[in-house]
């Protein structure tokens, strides 16, 4: 069973299957605490920095390969890499991509249902003039091109700025997991892009239905922006933009839009769990905790970093998990 939490559990190490740090610098993946950790630049304030950790039922193994760090346990699969000069990165995310999802293959845990992508200056422009981001598209999709995925195979994706670093990427991915991808029918599906955003679209689903026999079932929610259709809708508003993508999310989990994909029950924003929000502008933020303190459930932990987003109109993003009743 695969169950997030924002703090390692120290006295669990032993079943921990991964963890992603977001902490004031960025390192390459290790296994120094005994599992795969990902550091990533993503705070300028120790005192906001935090681990998110993914735990499993049983005995875990690992593994390095062509520097993807990853550990198994039977069911689920975490990998992690890092490259460190995300300038003209095309080839060499095409190439660690491949390495990631070869290994997916070889070790027989194909069901890629999540991935993050943390990406330093995500805006900005490579030597051919390409925005760092749209780069970073096309290698990715080249990588899923060449293993052949089809796109209701694509996992639920995240794909934002790091403070430094490069780029940094980690998956989860399960052996014989049910999974489904599901789509937003107030959204294009981000695969079917028009070119204006970039040569390739970006290759991510909206969210992906985790089941696991007699064990319920995840929603993992990709990041979600003010994007209606394939446009951003209210640039430079951030109260709308966060007003939409929450309208965003709330559609995507309602019965009508799972009944589309054959799932049921709908879903409602209470039921989001282990919530992210990116905020590009420092002096948004409270506006942005305002909000998500009275649209999400007392319960949920929610976590804010102020990183730059992958279009450069857009002001925030948001993303999390719905776990099993
Ligand atoms: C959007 O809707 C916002 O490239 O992996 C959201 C989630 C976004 C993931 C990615 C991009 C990615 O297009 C951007």
Known sequence: MLISSFQPDSAATSTVLGAVTYGLDSRDPHLAHGFPELTVHAVTDPADGFTEVWHSDGPVEHGTLDGVVHAYDGENLFCAARIDDGNDCMEAVRAAYTTALGLTRTLGYERIFRMWNFIENINGTNSKGLEIYQDFCQGRSQAFREFAFTDSQLPAATGVGALGGGIGFCLLAGRSVRRVNVENSRQMPAWRYPERYGPSSPSFARATYVASPNRGAFIYVSGTASVVGHETVHPGHIADQCGETLTNIEHLLSSGNLAVHDLRPGRRLEDLRDI?????????????????????????????????????????????????E
């Open 276 to 324: 992210k929000v990116y905020v590009r502008r420092r002096q948004d933020l409270h506006t942005v905790r305002e909000i998500c303190a009275k649209a999400f459930s007392p319960a949920a932990d929610i976590a804010f970093l102020n990183l730059d987003l992958c279009r450069a109109d857009l002001l925030v993003e948001i993303e999390g998990v719905v776990f099993p």
